[in-house]
T-cell receptor, first 114, second 117 residues
Framework: AQTVTQSQPEMSVQEAETVTLSCTYD???????LFWYKQPPSRQMILVIR??????QNATENRFSVNFQKAAKSFSLKISDSQLGDTAMYFC???????????FGAGTRLTVKP | GAVVSQHPSWVICKSGTSVKIECRSL??????MFWYRQFPKKSLMLMAT?????????EQGVEKDKFLINHASLTLSTLTVTSAHPEDSSFYIC?????????????FGPGTRLTVL
C-alpha cells in the first residue's frame, strides 16, 4: 500500500519570502504521479502542480516548483514570493501510473503573514 | 478546465434520516468518480470508487449499506447516507476522472458539508 507523509502540520512565512513544504511517500511502484493540492478556506481542492515519476526534471508552475528525489521518495514544494492568497492547507498526493484512486498526506497548514 | 459540481453545498438533517449528495461532471464524461470524506483539519480519506453502470468499490472499513453510491450516467454519481447519525457529520468531496492520454486526471467538486443533529 502507498503511504504519503507530511511531517509539518503547520508553517508560516512572511509575504514575499520563500517557503518549502515537505512530503515523503512509500511505494514499490516504479512509475506513478505525485501532486500538490491547495485547499483554501472555501474547501475547494485546487491542483497546484503535478510530477510524473519517470520524468527527472522537476515540475514548475510559475511561483511553485518541486524538488523530486525519486530514490529518497521525497517530493517537496517550494513557493517563491509568497502571497497572502497562498494561505491554505496543502496536501501532497500519490497516484499509481494508470491508477485511479489518489492517496493524500495529512496536510500542511500554511499561513502567509503580511 | 473541467468543472465538477456538488449539490447540496451544505445540509442539516435529523438523526435517522437519509441524505443524498449529487456529484456532476459538467463539461466532460466520467466513467469513474470518487467519494472522499474529510474531518475538520484532517486529510481526505477515500471512501469509494464509483463506476458508471456497475457497483461501487468501497475502501476497507466503509459500510457499503450505509453509504450507498449510484453512478447511473456518465455525468452523475450520487452518495446517499442512510439512517444518518451525528458521527456521519463531515465534509464530503467527490472527484470525477477524465482520461487524457496516459494520465487519469481528477477534478474535484466543491464539497458538501453534512451536519446530522
Amino acid at each position: 500500500a502507498q503511504t504519503v507523509t507530511q511531517s509539518q502540520p503547520e508553517m508560516s512565512v512572511q509575504e514575499a519570502e520563500t517557503v518549502t513544504l515537505s512530503c515523503t511517500y512509500d511505494t514499490s511502484e516504479n512509475n506513478y504521479y505525485l501532486f500538490w493540492y491547495k485547499q483554501p478556506p472555501s474547501r475547494q481542492m485546487i491542483l497546484v502542480i503535478r510530477q510524473e515519476a519517470y520524468k527527472q526534471q522537476n515540475a514548475t508552475e510559475n511561483r511553485f516548483s518541486v524538488n523530486f528525489q525519486k530514490a529518497a521518495k521525497s517530493f517537496s514544494l517550494k513557493i517563491s514570493d509568497s502571497q497572502l492568497g497562498d494561505t491554505a492547507m496543502y496536501f501532497c498526493a500519490f497516484m499509481k501510473h494508470q491508477g485511479h484512486d489518489m492517496r493524500f498526506g495529512a496536510g500542511t497548514r500554511l499561513t502567509v503573514k503580511p | 478546465g473541467a468543472v465538477v459540481s456538488q449539490h447540496p453545498s451544505w445540509v442539516i438533517c435529523k438523526s435517522g434520516t437519509s441524505v443524498k449528495i449529487e456529484c456532476r461532471s459538467l463539461d466532460f464524461q466520467a466513467t469513474t468518480m470518487f467519494w472522499y470524506r474529510q474531518f475538520p483539519k484532517k486529510s481526505l480519506m477515500l471512501m469509494a470508487t464509483s463506476n458508471e453502470g456497475s457497483k461501487a468499490t468501497y475502501e476497507q472499513g466503509v459500510e457499503k449499506d450505509k453509504f450507498l453510491i449510484n453512478h447511473a450516467s456518465l455525468t452523475l454519481s450520487t452518495l446517499t447516507v442512510t439512517s444518518a447519525h451525528p458521527e456521519d457529520s463531515s465534509f464530503y468531496i467527490c472527484s470525477a476522472q477524465r482520461t487524457s492520454g496516459r494520465y487519469n486526471e481528477q477534478f474535484f467538486g466543491p464539497g458538501t458539508r453534512l451536519t446530522v443533529l
